[in-house]
């Protein structure tokens, strides 16, 4: 069994700053990546950003230049550190893990920018 779980959620003026962080915890043989998704009532869920087990990371090119995301592999926690905020950004954020062959979702929280 695998947990995720996500924090650091909230309310944001345009231009301001967020961190959100996932903590997985359980059966972690091998988390091979792990990343944020976001969802929005209507459009489907697109991938934020990705970081490997070895560091390469990936961003949705809405978000290049703005978002940066992390790891701490001892921690089994990964970050998503988002500046420069836009309305567009506003979404429902979810974390999720690539362990073995299987995807794990955290239940997500949510980023609203608005002033």
């Known amino acids: 069994q695998v947990q995720l779980v996500e924090s650091g959620g909230g309310l944001v003026q345009p231009g301001g700053s967020l961190r959100l962080s996932c903590t997985a915890s359980?059966?972690?043989?091998?988390?091979?990546?792990m990343g944020w998704y976001r969802q929005t009532p209507d459009k489907q869920r697109e991938l934020v950003a990705v970081i490997t087990n070895g560091g390469s990371t990936d961003y949705a090119n809405s978000v290049k230049g703005r978002f940066t995301i992390s790891r701490d592999n001892a921690k089994n926690t990964v970050y998503l550190q988002m500046n420069s905020l836009k309305p567009e950004d506003t979404a429902v954020y979810y974390c999720n893990a690539l362990i073995g062959h299987m995807d794990y979702w955290g239940k997500g929280t949510l980023v609203t920018v608005s002033s």
């Open positions: 359980g059966s972690l043989f091998s988390i091979n990546a």
